[in-house]
Nanobody, 121 residues
Framework: QVQLVESGGGLVQPGGSLRLSCAAS????????IGWFRQAPGKEREDVSC????????HYADSVKGRFTISRDNAKKTVYLQMNSTKPEDTAVYYC??????????????WGQGTQVTVSS
């Protein structure tokens, strides 16, 4: 079955960097689009970024554009979210998800368990 496992979360100081990983397994096709989301306490879930499978195109929320970079390692079936110039408002539980589609923008049915990111001095 499809499984997504996030890792790499932790405590980072404002302005620091962190790299999240999302390891995927159980894909029947070669690869699918993977999205990153986050949810802070008392707030709605926010789309952070997505990387498609069809052409590798990437998408970012305005709040992270220029600071976060999404990438993938096809051989390892892993998607990364490099977080640079972090801000306290980046504090949230980060999830990766897939809709088993080649492109982004679909309803996501498969989710990881989440990894906590805390940006604080």
């Amino acid at each position: 079955q499809v499984q997504l496992v996030e890792s790499g979360g932790g405590l980072v100081q404002p302005g620091g960097s962190l790299r999240l990983s999302c390891a995927a397994s159980g894909f029947t096709s070669e690869w699918y689009a993977i999205g990153w989301f986050r949810q802070a306490p008392g707030k709605e879930r926010e789309d952070v970024s997505c990387i498609s499978s069809s052409d590798g195109s990437t998408h970012y929320a305005d709040s992270v554009k220029g600071r976060f970079t999404i990438s993938r390692d096809n051989a390892k079936k892993t998607v990364y979210l490099q977080m640079n110039s972090t801000k306290p408002e980046d504090t949230a539980v980060y999830y990766c998800a897939t809709a088993l589609r080649l492109t982004c923008g679909w309803e996501y049915q498969y989710w990881g368990q989440g990894t906590q990111v805390t940006v604080s001095s």
